[in-house]
């Protein structure tokens, strides 16, 4: 193989709202490679996660739908990124190693109520380890512009600029997401954060882009929303430590223009 970086490409909103479409089973330890194309109505995510050693699919599933806080899956599972924050007729493109290992692509948007897991977003895979390591050494993003996320904030690097890649690396102690919206009008982050809390059926964006949860010490490459324009920078994980507030309320709460 040439290209050391594996690709996948899955559709959400297909067929069905609620399924991933994709003919992802297995793949080999190192870089991979999703794209999401959502062709549905709302928006959806493909967070990618790794079972912990003797925890299986349904114990995640039970989980997730007895607390939709997603207080406790970081116990169950770790985050190791994947596409966030597509909005009907988007895409979005992001870049993680993983190990090998049991994982599933999961969709716990929207934020409020059970999460589209429930209905049926959620995706085994395997991932197994190589015969021999990959002969080209793996570019994940080391020279492209990094940016940090931590407890409880967003460092973003200066000058970014939109459909640029970007290095995002979870600095802090517990899991962290990355969601990126245009901004709408006069609207504030503020104010889309107030309309998702509320399940606005319109809130004031209509693209997004993102990573989904990063465990601590992880990190993934992303793209860049398309279209310059100011942004939100959002992550609604709940805080482990027992605020009981999501990392939103603590201060991840942002806004980000790309020229
Ligand atoms: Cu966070």
């Not at 870089?31 to 996660?49: D, K």
């Not at 503020?190 to 998702?196: H, Y």
Request: with cysteine; net charge negative; aromatic share 6%.
């Amino acid at each position: 193989m040439s290209d050391a970086v594996q690709h996948v490409s899955v559709v959400a909103g297909g067929g069905n709202e609620y399924l991933y479409d994709t003919s992802l089973s297995t793949l080999a330890a190192g870089p991979v490679e999703f794209m999401l194309t959502n062709r549905g109505t709302v928006e959806h995510q493909a967070m990618l996660i790794r079972l912990a050693d003797a925890v299986d699919l349904a114990q995640f599933s039970l989980e997730l739908l007895a607390a939709p806080t997603r207080l406790n899956i970081f116990r169950l599972a770790q985050g190791f990124g994947g596409p966030n924050g597509v909005w009907p007729n988007g895409a979005a493109s992001t870049i993680q190693t993983l190990t090998p290992g049991s994982y599933a692509m999961v969709c716990l948007l929207p934020g409020t109520g059970l999460p589209n897991a429930a209905r049926g977003m959620i995706r085994p895979f395997a991932v197994t380890a190589r015969q021999t390591p990959p002969t080209i050494p793996a570019d994940t993003g080391g020279d492209l512009p990094e940016f940090r996320l931590d407890e409880f904030q967003f460092l973003a690097p200066p000058g970014l600029r939109a459909g640029q890649s970007v290095r995002v690396v979870n600095a802090g102690h517990q899991t962290h997401e990355l969601g990126l919206y245009r901004l709408e009008g006069t609207a504030t982050p503020e104010d889309l954060v107030a309309a998702f809390e509320r399940a606005d059926p319109k809130p004031p964006t209509k693209e997004g882009a993102g990573l989904g949860g990063l465990r601590p010490g992880g990190e993934a490459t992303f793209v860049l929303p398309r279209t310059p324009g100011s942004y939100a920078l959002v992550c609604f994980f709940p805080d482990t430590s027992g605020s009981g507030k999501t990392h939103v309320h603590l201060g991840m709460l942002g806004r980000l223009t790309l020229s």
